[in-house]
């Protein structure tokens, strides 16, 4: 069988290109910010970093494992997905609980820094320089980049996740996927 006739033939989709995901790239950044903040603002020996750190791990890494296990599982890739989005909604209490306790700021729109940060948070200059911007801030306005960031990605994931049931909708399991390749394959060789 030449390389067009396999190709057609072929059930499994190209798929776990997550580096590229935008979602992904905001939660590689909020693990690096969550590493920061934890490491200057918070005690080493506090259960809450080993939590904010492995939740925001864990928000980055499901995205990325639910990116390769789409080529073979949609269920699976959803349900990663939706761990992703779960860890980082529990990170993002993490971070009010933080700036609650401490009296400091949660920025709203109402707050006049806050329309400036969320744009911040969604162009690409911040994929470029926050690790620069980290050491200037304090905590409170290190706290709100994070919960800014969080909100962003949680958006992303819900509408990925709308994405990836449509795709599932559209286009059926690996399953019906598998029967369809199988079917074309017996109706080619007659």
Known sequence: MD???QKELSFLPSRGGYKSLRVYRVAEIIYDVTFAFT???LNHGDRTVD???QAARSGKQNIAE???ASSTSTETEIKLTNVAKASLEELLIDYEDYLRVRNLGQWNAGHPRYQKMREYCKSDSIMNNYRM???KLNDEEMGNL?????NQAT???????DKQQEMFLKHGGIREQMMQAR???RNNRK
């Open 3 to 5: 390389g067009s006739s």
């Open 39 to 41: 490491s200057r603002f």
């Open 51 to 53: 939590q904010m750190i």
């Open 66 to 68: 639910g990116s390769k």
């Open 133 to 135: 911007l980290l050491p």
């Open 146 to 150: 994070a919960l800014t960031l969080i």
């Open 155 to 161: 958006y992303m994931l819900r509408r990925l996740i």
């Open 183 to 185: 079917l074309a394959y």
